[in-house]
């Protein structure tokens, strides 16, 4: 029974570790998710002309299946017509005839998302955030781990 008491310290520092990384991951999906549009993209005002929910093989979490088709004019002012994901609480609180953010780089109407552009790039400095505190905490559990084994 001592003997893995004593051992405690270096499993609470692989958990940390294993939770480090799980940090890490997860920013780096946050970061690299529309990488591209938080560079190069602008946001514009669309109209939402249609909201509907599939039904056809909905996702775990519902959250692809409610979707918005918008329109909007480009810079030169040719109207453009998407078709969006949203969540589900997004597509509660929009009506068709209304207004909403959508962020996209001109030219290229698959990198239409929902949303403002500072929403994207606050998604990804959260994303560096996530991947520098889980950086710390996989190297900070196992230095303290290790410091409490060998007392």
């Known amino acids: 029974m001592a003997s893995s008491s004593k051992h405690l310290p270096l499993y609470l520092a692989g958990a940390g570790v294993a939770f480090g ?8 999906y946050l970061r690299s998710d529309a990488r ?5 993209g602008t946001t514009v005002t669309a109209s939402v002309l249609k909201k509907y929910a599939q039904n056809d093989g909905a ?4 959250l692809e299946t409610k979707r918005v088709q918008a329109a909007f004019a480009n810079a030169a002012g040719v109207p453009q017509s998407v078709e969006l994901p949203v969540q589900a609480k997004l597509w509660n609180a929009l009506e068709e005839g ?12 698959a990198s239409a ?23 710390l905490v996989s190297a900070l559990f196992p230095l303290a781990g290790i410091r409490e084994w060998m007392k």
């Open 113 to 135: 998302r929902p949303g403002a552009l500072f929403d994207w790039k606050l998604r990804g400095a959260m994303g560096a955030g996530l991947i520098a505190m889980g950086c």
């Open 21 to 28: 990384l799980l940090f890490v991951l997860v920013g780096a």
């Open 59 to 62: 996702s775990w979490s519902g």
């Open 36 to 40: 591209d549009l938080r560079r190069t």
């Open 98 to 109: 209304g207004t909403m953010q959508v962020s996209w780089i001109p030219g290229d109407l």
